[in-house]
């Protein structure tokens, strides 16, 4: 396969000096941040900044960068005394985050910075599946590229999901937010392909196993930079946002019928408990507060996919705006 990886490589291209030369340069400059990637999005997204008021600055992925979620909550809450900015981009992880934070926290001026952490896959994008068993021969091409050059996860996000269309992996025509009850045909196809290829990764997320092991311990390793460019007047937290599966019963069995293997549910997990041995006080698990709402019968999620509904954004917004107003020495 990976000879078979190499020739279509070299016959597209991609392996000339040329372009290998481009590639890096390009590799180069966005790991720098040499002009700001997001410049748009974080425009877009930050449109009533006021440069006279002090700042909640957050990172994150499309939880946080959706314009109607959690986040609009909270700068509702607080935007007569503070800059709410969102410096969320979709598809990306604390990676991205590293890569923006010295930029985004010169120019914000923030008080409190979050990053918000994802645990349904952002360790699994830090250490991209392949599987020459069950995904397409372009998805496997696409996701080593991906793994060695990052550039390609601003490439996909600016020019539509790009990497979709080299492979029949999934149909990303299937609208998975607009069913009211869980059908696994319907379920987002993204997530069952990443069950396709690593039907384990949840498990070996949570119980940090030894095949996402290493990539948490670069998360740790980009949250810890980020921390270190925050200036001493400001306070620095991590905003745990968990995968459904770790909610209740209900989604671990669903997750079965999409292609996972068993979640082995659990009271506490291992990579929260690394997190807080390394942050203390300084994170945010979401995940009672979920457990709770779905307890009271009450679903935070979507039924068909991995999203928050309308109402666990509000009960995530209700979460980090408590958080804040009672940690916070302002």
Known sequence: MMSKLWRSLKKAGFLSIPFLVLFCLLEWSYRGQWIDYYKSSFHYLNLDFNKKKPSILVFGDSFTANTKGYLEDVKNQFRDRYNVVNSAIPGTAPRQAYYMAERRITTSDPRLVICQLYLGNDLLDEDLPVNWNTLSFERNVYYSVSSVFRITTFINYKFAQISTSLNSDFDETIESKSD???????????????????????????????????????????????????????????????????????????????????????????????????????????????????????????????????????????????????????
């Open 180 to 330: 009211t009850l869980f059908n696994a045909e319907h379920y987002s196809p993204r997530k069952k392909m990443l069950f396709k290829a690593a039907p384990n990764y949840l498990n070996d997320t949570y119980y940090l196993n030894p095949p996402l092991q290493k990539a948490f311990d670069r998360t740790i390793d980009y949250l810890k930079s980020i921390k270190s460019e925050v200036p001493e007047n400001c306070e620095f937290r991590i905003l745990v946002i968990p995968d459904e599966v770790s909610v209740s019963e209900k989604y671990a069995q669903q997750a079965e019928l999409l292609g996972a293997t068993r979640f082995e549910l659990a009271d506490t997990y291992p990579i929260i408990q690394a997190l807080q041995k390394t942050f203390e006080n300084q994170v945010w698990d979401a995940t009672p507060v979920f457990q709770v709402a779905e307890q009271q019968g009450e679903t935070v999620f979507f039924p068909n996919d991995e999203h928050l509904n309308a109402f666990g954004h509000q009960v995530l917004g209700e979460f980090v705006t408590h958080q804040i107003q009672n940690e916070m020495p302002w």
